[in-house]
């Protein structure tokens, strides 16, 4: 593959990520709420990188196209869900500051994932002889840290959070005006 040839298959994630984006809004999340949308999104993911697995193993470029618009799909479904979900752990008192925090996180969960999934090919690449079995190792980690990320979603209580964060920022306030 050349690098034209793999620039070629962002086309198929980023068109996927954009369509769900802006259908996600309006169809899936109304539907089932923040919560359990960023789960669909979680495990849709999860599924996807099952998928680009398969796609290793039969050296099929139609199916890679076809796994890496279904990854951008979910992964749409995941951000849309996320960010929703993350507005509603917000208090308008604090927005930028969480929004900040968001950002901040972000930034700093894909330096780790960079980082993480090169040392996890390396490994691969040690253990097994086929770039497949290498690659497929950092695609599974991949999609257990997804369904992991579900199971995390189930503890997440938005009207705890909210009830907390206004009594948190009230006693602010009040030793702030002391």
Do not use: H
């Not at 198929?12 to 539907?31: A, E, H, K, Q, Y």
């Amino acid at each position: 593959m050349f690098f034209s040839d793999t620039n070629t298959l962002i086309v198929f994630w980023g068109t996927g990520t954009l369509f769900v984006i802006s259908t996600t809004v309006f169809l899936i999340g109304p539907r089932l709420g923040k919560q359990k949308t960023a789960q669909l999104g979680c495990l849709t993911v999860a599924l996807s990188l099952g998928f680009v697995i398969s796609a290793g193993f039969s050296a099929n470029p139609k199916m890679l196209q076809g796994a890496l618009l279904l990854f951008g799909l979910a992964s749409g479904i995941t951000t849309t869900g996320a960010i929703s979900l993350m507005l509603d752990l917000t208090a308008a008192e604090t927005a930028g500051t969480f929004i900040g925090a968001w950002g901040l996180a972000q930034a700093m969960a894909r330096g780790i994932a960079t980082v993480t999934g090169g040392a996890v090919l390396d490994l691969g690449k040690t253990l097994f002889t086929t770039p497949v079995l290498a690659y497929g190792l950092v695609f599974v980690l991949q999609a257990v840290g997804m369904l992991l990320a579900i199971w995390f979603l189930n503890r997440v209580d938005v009207a705890e959070f909210q009830t907390n964060a206004k009594s948190a920022i009230a006693s602010v306030m009040e030793s702030e005006i002391d």
